[in-house]
């Protein structure tokens, strides 16, 4: 019998470093991450402008600029349907009081809580708000310091992308830097595709969604429909947790059984499309992580960096399955991540729809 157990311990501390590495330095980390993922994206429109012959820190800056574009007409859409969706404030006062009544009286007659009893509860809750709205302040100041430091690590690896490229490749001995140019290029590429994939992806899931909560008759489709796609950057959880909201929002409204079941089908509709058609045409195999290890990342993402750690699970372990899968020694973790070959009939039934596609665009 062979004795792995040393062997064992040493890679079982080596993991709990690494851990307790990125758990301690977060603060650091999240912003440079976030803004890594986010250069890789701009890398293609960088180098086509430097073969323009625009100055490097010019074709950062056009790339940031390009962005931050970006998001204001999607902060703009937001605050448009928001503004829209304020008018109906009074309606959702209104159906807010009459369920806090209800459920007042729901505690004082089948619980036998007094209505005194309740107003003290309630009382002692405002010292919590209080320190809640202290909280979500932090939080505020937090982001905008960390939307700063984002925006600047974007423009300064844009600029130094190359100089970077060759530090990497430095690290290794002369006969392994062939490899790990492999490796560099292959991780860049791995994560501009999920970005760039999930990019697509949402924009189809807001027409999809925008066109269904029509039919189905909601109050501010494209606003729901807009938040169910953004969600999408939370896997498995976010589209759930938007289609909920609408519900949710819609319930409060008084829709009918009709307008709710519109929205349950618009939501199992999307699901299909995306889960059958998109992912594998728009997001690729190449970032594609199994089921069980895309849960488990995201669940070690949420408890080392909170929320953006799980917004950013998915693109880094993509891009450790890259790293896996050029190394010797780590070739088997890369194989038990990945996705489980399609089969054939599988495969054949992607084809049969890519080729439909391209048909449609090339007519």
Not at 116 to 138: C, D, P, T, V, Y
Not at 224 to 246: D, R
């Amino acid at each position: 019998m062979i004795n792995t157990t040393p062997s064992v311990l040493k890679k079982l501390l080596i993991l709990f470093l690494v851990f307790a590495g990125l758990y301690f330095a977060k603060d650091f980390l999240i912003p440079l991450s976030i803004g890594t993922v986010l250069a890789t994206l701009f890398l293609p429109m960088s180098k086509w402008l430097e073969g323009k012959k625009i100055p490097k820190g010019l074709a950062a800056l056009l790339c940031l600029l390009t962005l931050l574009l970006f998001i204001s007409v999607i902060a703009s859409l937001l605050v448009w349907q928001i503004s829209d969706l304020a008018n109906d404030v009074e309606l959702i006062r209104r159906k807010a009081l009459e369920t806090l009544i209800n459920a007042q009286q729901y505690l004082v007659i089948h619980l036998g809580i007094s209505t005194e009893r309740q107003l003290q509860f309630i009382k002692n809750e405002e010292h919590s708000f209080a320190g809640l709205m202290q909280s979500m302040a932090g939080s505020l100041s937090y982001i905008f310091t960390s939307f700063i430091l984002v925006l600047a690590y974007i423009f300064l690896l844009l600029y130094y992308k190359g100089h970077l490229r060759k530090f990497f490749v430095k690290l290794f001995p002369a006969e392994q830097q062939e490899v790990m140019e492999e490796v560099v290029d292959s991780a860049a590429h791995v994560s501009q595709q999920y970005v760039v994939g999930l990019s697509k992806m949402i924009f189809c899931l807001w027409i999809m969604y925008s066109i269904g909560f029509s039919i189905a008759g909601v109050q501010n489709p494209i606003l729901f429909a807009v938040m169910c796609g953004l969600l999408e950057i939370i896997p498995f959880v976010g589209n759930f947790t938007g289609s909920s909201l609408t519900l949710l929002v819609a319930a409060v409204h008084g829709a009918g059984l009709p307008m709710l079941l519109g929205i349950a089908l618009t939501y199992g509709s999307v699901q299909f499309i995306q889960g059958w058609i998109l992912e594998p045409l728009i997001v690729g195999r190449q970032v594609k992580i199994n089921p069980l290890f895309t849960i488990i990342a995201l669940v070690i993402g949420e408890l080392v960096w909170g929320i953006p750690g799980i917004i950013l699970a998915i693109p880094l372990t993509a891009i450790f399955k890259i790293v896996c899968d050029h190394v010797d020694e780590l070739k088997p973790y890369g194989y038990l991540i990945g996705e489980i070959e399609t089969t054939k009939s599988d495969s054949v039934f992607i084809k049969k729809i890519k080729s439909w596609f391209e048909k449609q665009t090339t007519a």
